[in-house]
Protein backbone atom coordinates (compact mmCIF):
# COMPACT_ATOMS: atom_id res chain seq x y z
CA UNK A 1 0.00 0.00 0.00
CA UNK A 2 1.09 3.63 -0.79
CA UNK A 3 1.94 6.06 1.86
CA UNK A 4 1.42 9.58 1.74
CA UNK A 5 5.03 9.62 1.75
CA UNK A 6 5.35 7.77 -1.13
CA UNK A 7 3.12 9.41 -3.29
CA UNK A 8 4.94 12.94 -2.20
CA UNK A 9 7.77 10.94 -3.34
CA UNK A 10 6.25 9.97 -6.32
CA UNK A 11 5.32 13.46 -7.64
CA UNK A 12 9.51 14.92 -6.86
CA UNK A 13 10.45 11.98 -8.35
CA UNK A 14 7.96 12.59 -11.57
CA UNK A 15 6.24 9.38 -11.57
CA UNK A 16 2.68 9.04 -12.70
CA UNK A 17 0.12 8.33 -9.68
CA UNK A 18 -2.49 6.50 -11.09
CA UNK A 19 -6.17 6.36 -9.23
CA UNK A 20 -9.26 4.64 -10.16
CA UNK A 21 -12.72 5.34 -9.01
CA UNK A 22 -14.61 2.25 -7.72
CA UNK A 23 -17.25 1.65 -5.53
CA UNK A 24 -17.81 -2.47 -4.45
CA UNK A 25 -16.21 -5.17 -3.46
CA UNK A 26 -15.27 -6.98 -7.09
CA UNK A 27 -14.13 -3.53 -8.59
CA UNK A 28 -11.82 -2.80 -6.12
CA UNK A 29 -10.63 -6.01 -6.07
CA UNK A 30 -9.80 -5.69 -10.03
CA UNK A 31 -8.30 -2.81 -9.44
CA UNK A 32 -5.95 -3.86 -6.37
CA UNK A 33 -5.00 -6.60 -8.85
CA UNK A 34 -3.90 -4.34 -11.70
CA UNK A 35 -1.67 -2.31 -9.18
CA UNK A 36 -3.21 1.04 -9.09
CA UNK A 37 -1.85 3.45 -6.67
CA UNK A 38 -5.11 4.78 -5.44
CA UNK A 39 -8.82 4.07 -5.25
CA UNK A 40 -11.17 7.18 -4.92
CA UNK A 41 -14.77 5.90 -3.38
CA UNK A 42 -16.33 8.83 -5.00
CA UNK A 43 -20.24 9.87 -4.43
CA UNK A 44 -20.40 9.29 -8.47
CA UNK A 45 -21.82 6.38 -6.67
CA UNK A 46 -25.32 8.23 -6.96
CA UNK A 47 -25.50 8.08 -10.37
CA UNK A 48 -23.42 5.11 -11.25
CA UNK A 49 -24.30 2.65 -9.27
CA UNK A 50 -27.66 3.73 -7.14
CA UNK A 51 -29.24 5.15 -10.34
CA UNK A 52 -30.23 8.41 -8.65
CA UNK A 53 -29.57 11.99 -11.05
CA UNK A 54 -26.80 13.95 -9.49
CA UNK A 55 -24.39 13.17 -6.47
CA UNK A 56 -27.17 15.31 -4.03
CA UNK A 57 -29.09 12.30 -3.02
CA UNK A 58 -25.77 10.25 -1.62
CA UNK A 59 -26.09 10.15 2.33
CA UNK A 60 -22.77 9.77 5.17
CA UNK A 61 -24.16 6.12 5.07
CA UNK A 62 -24.23 5.48 1.45
CA UNK A 63 -20.70 6.65 1.53
CA UNK A 64 -19.59 4.37 4.46
CA UNK A 65 -21.50 1.40 3.06
CA UNK A 66 -19.35 1.53 -0.29
CA UNK A 67 -16.25 2.98 1.40
CA UNK A 68 -16.37 -0.54 3.45
CA UNK A 69 -16.78 -2.96 0.82
CA UNK A 70 -14.33 -1.23 -1.32
CA UNK A 71 -11.52 -1.60 1.25
CA UNK A 72 -12.47 -5.25 1.86
CA UNK A 73 -12.02 -5.35 -1.97
CA UNK A 74 -8.54 -3.59 -1.96
CA UNK A 75 -6.62 -4.26 1.47
CA UNK A 76 -3.56 -2.95 0.21
CA UNK A 77 -4.51 -0.05 -1.77
CA UNK A 78 -4.29 3.70 -0.98
CA UNK A 79 -8.10 4.24 -0.64
CA UNK A 80 -9.67 7.72 -0.54
CA UNK A 81 -13.59 8.45 0.64
CA UNK A 82 -15.83 11.32 -0.27
CA UNK A 83 -17.18 13.38 2.03
CA UNK A 84 -20.86 13.69 0.41
CA UNK A 85 -22.83 16.78 0.38
CA UNK A 86 -23.93 18.52 3.24
CA UNK A 87 -21.48 16.60 5.19
CA UNK A 88 -18.63 19.17 5.41
CA UNK A 89 -19.28 23.15 4.83
CA UNK A 90 -21.73 23.84 7.28
CA UNK A 91 -20.73 23.79 11.09
CA UNK A 92 -17.00 22.49 11.73
CA UNK A 93 -18.10 20.36 15.24
CA UNK A 94 -20.05 18.62 12.88
CA UNK A 95 -17.85 18.19 9.87
CA UNK A 96 -15.31 16.71 12.01
CA UNK A 97 -17.65 14.51 13.40
CA UNK A 98 -19.11 13.31 9.94
CA UNK A 99 -15.14 13.37 8.60
CA UNK A 100 -14.24 11.33 12.14
CA UNK A 101 -17.00 8.88 11.68
CA UNK A 102 -16.32 8.24 8.03
CA UNK A 103 -12.80 8.08 8.63
CA UNK A 104 -12.69 5.54 11.14
CA UNK A 105 -16.00 3.03 9.74
CA UNK A 106 -14.49 2.72 6.69
CA UNK A 107 -10.88 2.25 7.27
CA UNK A 108 -10.36 4.76 4.87
CA UNK A 109 -6.37 6.07 4.30
CA UNK A 110 -7.85 9.48 3.52
CA UNK A 111 -11.11 11.21 2.77
CA UNK A 112 -12.04 13.84 -0.24
CA UNK A 113 -14.00 17.32 0.12
CA UNK A 114 -14.96 19.52 -2.69
CA UNK A 115 -14.71 23.50 -2.75
CA UNK A 116 -12.15 25.96 -1.93
CA UNK A 117 -14.56 26.82 1.12
CA UNK A 118 -13.00 24.16 2.99
CA UNK A 119 -9.79 24.93 3.95
CA UNK A 120 -10.63 25.51 7.74
CA UNK A 121 -12.43 22.36 7.45
CA UNK A 122 -8.87 20.72 6.23
CA UNK A 123 -6.81 22.60 8.94
CA UNK A 124 -9.10 21.29 11.64
CA UNK A 125 -9.33 17.82 10.00
CA UNK A 126 -5.63 17.58 10.05
CA UNK A 127 -5.44 18.51 13.31
CA UNK A 128 -6.84 15.50 14.82
CA UNK A 129 -4.93 13.14 12.35
CA UNK A 130 -7.45 13.10 9.18
CA UNK A 131 -5.96 13.19 5.93
CA UNK A 132 -7.85 14.97 3.45
CA UNK A 133 -7.74 15.22 -0.51
CA UNK A 134 -9.39 18.58 -1.83
CA UNK A 135 -11.54 18.55 -5.20
CA UNK A 136 -11.36 21.74 -7.08
CA UNK A 137 -12.81 22.77 -10.89
CA UNK A 138 -15.78 21.38 -11.69
CA UNK A 139 -17.18 19.97 -8.41
CA UNK A 140 -20.23 17.86 -9.12
CA UNK A 141 -21.95 18.43 -5.18
CA UNK A 142 -22.35 22.14 -6.92
CA UNK A 143 -23.34 21.32 -10.72
CA UNK A 144 -26.14 22.98 -9.71
CA UNK A 145 -24.63 26.15 -9.31
CA UNK A 146 -21.91 25.53 -11.87
CA UNK A 147 -23.39 23.13 -14.36
CA UNK A 148 -21.50 20.43 -16.23
CA UNK A 149 -19.16 22.35 -17.92
CA UNK A 150 -14.82 23.62 -18.01
CA UNK A 151 -14.00 25.62 -15.09
CA UNK A 152 -11.12 28.02 -15.06
CA UNK A 153 -11.65 29.37 -18.47
CA UNK A 154 -11.35 33.03 -18.10
CA UNK A 155 -8.16 35.02 -16.70
CA UNK A 156 -10.19 35.76 -13.32
CA UNK A 157 -11.29 32.08 -13.07
CA UNK A 158 -8.19 30.73 -13.68
CA UNK A 159 -6.26 33.48 -11.19
CA UNK A 160 -8.88 32.27 -8.65
CA UNK A 161 -8.10 28.85 -9.17
CA UNK A 162 -4.59 28.96 -8.48
CA UNK A 163 -5.29 30.79 -5.41
CA UNK A 164 -7.97 28.43 -4.41
CA UNK A 165 -5.17 25.01 -4.89
CA UNK A 166 -2.78 26.75 -3.08
CA UNK A 167 -4.97 27.72 -0.30
CA UNK A 168 -5.78 23.84 0.21
CA UNK A 169 -1.97 23.26 0.38
CA UNK A 170 -1.47 25.57 3.13
CA UNK A 171 -4.48 24.35 4.90
CA UNK A 172 -2.95 20.69 5.10
CA UNK A 173 -4.52 18.99 2.14
CA UNK A 174 -2.28 15.36 1.14
CA UNK A 175 -3.55 15.63 -2.59
CA UNK A 176 -5.37 17.86 -4.92
CA UNK A 177 -8.11 16.81 -7.22
CA UNK A 178 -8.31 18.88 -10.28
CA UNK A 179 -11.61 18.20 -12.53
CA UNK A 180 -12.29 19.56 -16.05
CA UNK A 181 -10.40 22.69 -16.48
CA UNK A 182 -7.93 23.90 -19.09
CA UNK A 183 -4.84 21.71 -19.47
CA UNK A 184 -2.47 24.66 -19.16
CA UNK A 185 -3.93 25.67 -15.92
CA UNK A 186 -3.73 22.09 -14.49
CA UNK A 187 -0.03 22.63 -15.55
CA UNK A 188 0.41 25.59 -13.73
CA UNK A 189 -1.04 24.47 -10.49
CA UNK A 190 0.55 21.20 -10.33
CA UNK A 191 4.08 22.79 -11.13
CA UNK A 192 3.43 25.40 -8.17
CA UNK A 193 2.24 22.31 -5.64
CA UNK A 194 4.53 20.01 -3.75
CA UNK A 195 1.54 17.84 -3.12
CA UNK A 196 0.27 15.31 -5.54
CA UNK A 197 -1.96 16.84 -7.96
CA UNK A 198 -4.44 14.55 -10.00
CA UNK A 199 -6.68 15.17 -12.58
CA UNK A 200 -9.52 14.39 -14.70
CA UNK A 201 -10.23 16.25 -17.41
CA UNK A 202 -7.12 18.12 -16.99
CA UNK A 203 -4.69 17.08 -19.48
CA UNK A 204 -1.48 15.09 -19.00
CA UNK A 205 0.79 17.52 -17.05
CA UNK A 206 -0.59 16.63 -13.72
CA UNK A 207 0.96 14.24 -11.42
CA UNK A 208 -1.24 11.78 -11.94
CA UNK A 209 -4.53 10.62 -13.61
CA UNK A 210 -8.08 9.15 -12.36
CA UNK A 211 -10.90 7.99 -14.37
CA UNK A 212 -14.05 6.05 -12.74
CA UNK A 213 -14.24 2.30 -13.37
CA UNK A 214 -17.38 1.99 -15.09
CA UNK A 215 -16.36 5.22 -17.27
CA UNK A 216 -13.66 3.41 -18.48
CA UNK A 217 -15.05 0.03 -19.07
CA UNK A 218 -18.35 0.82 -20.37
CA UNK A 219 -20.33 -0.99 -17.77
CA UNK A 220 -23.32 0.82 -17.59
CA UNK A 221 -22.91 3.89 -18.72
CA UNK A 222 -25.42 7.21 -19.75
CA UNK A 223 -23.34 9.76 -20.69
CA UNK A 224 -19.22 9.71 -21.81
CA UNK A 225 -17.38 13.04 -20.79
CA UNK A 226 -14.53 13.89 -23.30
CA UNK A 227 -12.31 12.91 -21.22
CA UNK A 228 -12.85 9.58 -20.97
CA UNK A 229 -11.45 6.79 -22.61
CA UNK A 230 -12.73 3.60 -22.94
CA UNK A 231 -10.11 0.51 -22.01
CA UNK A 232 -12.47 -1.79 -22.06
CA UNK A 233 -15.95 -2.66 -22.88
CA UNK A 234 -18.31 -4.90 -20.34
CA UNK A 235 -21.04 -4.23 -22.52
CA UNK A 236 -20.50 -7.76 -23.61
CA UNK A 237 -22.12 -8.78 -20.69
CA UNK A 238 -25.26 -8.19 -22.41
CA UNK A 239 -24.83 -10.07 -24.80
CA UNK A 240 -24.24 -12.81 -22.23
CA UNK A 241 -27.64 -12.25 -20.63
CA UNK A 242 -29.38 -12.35 -24.02
CA UNK A 243 -27.72 -15.68 -24.61
CA UNK A 244 -28.67 -17.57 -20.60
CA UNK A 245 -32.44 -15.93 -21.85
CA UNK A 246 -32.32 -17.48 -24.57
CA UNK A 247 -31.03 -20.82 -23.29
CA UNK A 248 -33.16 -21.09 -20.24
CA UNK A 249 -36.70 -20.47 -22.31
CA UNK A 250 -35.38 -23.53 -25.10
CA UNK A 251 -34.12 -25.57 -22.30
CA UNK A 252 -30.08 -25.60 -23.28
CA UNK A 253 -29.24 -24.30 -19.83
CA UNK A 254 -28.72 -26.13 -17.31
CA UNK A 255 -26.89 -28.97 -19.21
CA UNK A 256 -26.10 -32.08 -17.87
CA UNK A 257 -22.35 -30.49 -17.12
CA UNK A 258 -23.93 -28.28 -14.85
CA UNK A 259 -26.37 -30.90 -12.92
CA UNK A 260 -25.77 -32.80 -9.77
CA UNK A 261 -26.01 -36.83 -10.90
CA UNK A 262 -26.59 -38.03 -7.64
CA UNK A 263 -29.12 -40.94 -7.72
CA UNK A 264 -30.91 -39.52 -4.37
CA UNK A 265 -34.59 -40.41 -5.33
CA UNK A 266 -33.95 -44.15 -5.61
CA UNK A 267 -33.04 -43.67 -2.24
CA UNK A 268 -35.76 -41.84 -0.67
CA UNK A 269 -38.03 -44.64 -2.48
CA UNK A 270 -36.14 -47.58 -1.22
CA UNK A 271 -36.94 -46.27 2.65
CA UNK A 272 -40.62 -45.08 1.90
Known amino acids: MKTV ?42 MTVLGYESTVQVTLDDMIHHGRAVRRGAPNTFVVVDMPIGAVGIDQAQDLNNALTLYQQTNANAIKAEGAHIADFIVAATRIGIPVVAHLGLTPQSVGVMGYKLQGSTKAAAQQLIKDARNVEQAGAIALVLEAIPSDLAQTISEQLTIPVIGIGAGKATDGQVLVYHDMLNYGVKHQAKFVKQFADFSVGIKGLQQYNEEVKSGVFPSETHTYKKKIMNEVEAHD
Do not use: H, R
Request: hydrophobic share 40%.
Open 5 to 46: SQLLDMKQQKEKISMVTAYDFPSAKQVEQANIDMILVGDSLG
